[in-house]
């Protein structure tokens, strides 16, 4: 007993240490970055970078978390399912602060986009402006469980291309931030988005990211322009090997799980 109440003192300081660095104005932040070139970027490439999104102290505070066992529903170790090797969390309710401040901060500024996406694609489902909104649409079709994650690697590890789709509703776009800094703590590691386009080979395109910048990118497919008008390209993601050192991700996913 004494063993469990220790385990969940431990989880609680770290989850208040990722709140104390939390940077005040977070929000106000991420309102006021140049959404309308991060809307141009991830139409026309399918991803777009926000750099420094999160301070140094903020990535580590948040890396720490990993090894706070009460903090997260479940462990997946990726070699046991054939995902790729290295391992990753998801956390639970409540998230901590800073996930759950930066979940709901960014969704308004995204959802317009997804919506005109949709719309582009002729998809009939329209997503409302506030994510608690959309997360109760999730919940009242099963999808309880909540997708943040954070991801760990190793020297030769890596992540196959895959797409996060946890049940009916899903949310187009999601966001990955480094906690790491390449070079200093890890080497290789590049994220890995391809795009595979109809009656055409698959286009790849590898994203550089420093300690604390995030990317958007689409979490299925999107819209494209084509000379015959808009058609839908499938969007894949994934990690290259890491040669060296450890590496660790925030992934903020905006639907829930069933």
């Known amino acids: 007993m004494q063993l469990i109440q220790q ?13 104390e660095v939390a940077t005040r104005g977070l929000a106000d932040g991420i309102d006021a970055l140049d ?3 991060l809307s141009d970027e991830l139409g026309g490439h399918g991803h777009a970078i926000i750099p420094s999104l999160l301070q140094p102290k903020q990535c580590s505070a948040l890396a720490d978390l990993y090894a706070s066992k009460d903090l997260f529903r479940s462990r997946v170790v990726m070699s046991r399912h054939g995902f790729g090797r290295g391992e990753y969390q998801y956390f639970k309710y409540p998230l901590p602060e800073l996930v759950g401040s930066l979940r709901r901060a960014l969704y308004p500024h995204l959802a317009p986009i997804a919506n005109r996406w949709n719309e582009l694609l002729r998809i009939d489902v329209r997503y409302p402006s506030e994510h608690q909104e959309f997360i109760a649409r ?3 079709a099963g999808q309880l469980r909540p997708t ?4 760990q690697y190793e020297a030769g590890d890596y992540n196959c291309l895959h797409q996060d789709l946890y049940g009916e509703h899903v949310f187009p776009l999601q966001v990955a931030v480094l906690l790491s800094q ?8 590049e994220l890995v988005l391809t795009e595979q386009r109809p ?3 698959s286009r790849a395109e590898v994203v550089p990211l420093e300690q604390g910048d995030a990317v958007v990118f689409a979490v299925h497919h999107r819209p494209v ?4 008008g808009i058609y839908r390209v499938n969007m894949r993601h994934g990690v290259s090997r890491l040669r060296s050192g450890h590496r660790h991700t925030l992934g903020v996913i905006f639907h829930d799980a069933t």
Do not use: I, Y
């Not at 385990?7 to 709140?19: C, H, I, L, R």
């Open 7 to 19: 385990d969940s003192t431990m989880a609680a300081t770290a989850a208040n240490k990722v709140s």
């Open 35 to 37: 959404w309308q070139r």
């Open 138 to 140: 999730c919940h009242e």
């Open 148 to 151: 943040p994650l954070l991801l």
């Open 182 to 189: 390449p070079g200093r703590d890890f080497s290789g590691g």
């Open 199 to 201: 009656r055409m080979q």
């Open 225 to 228: 322009q084509g000379t015959r």
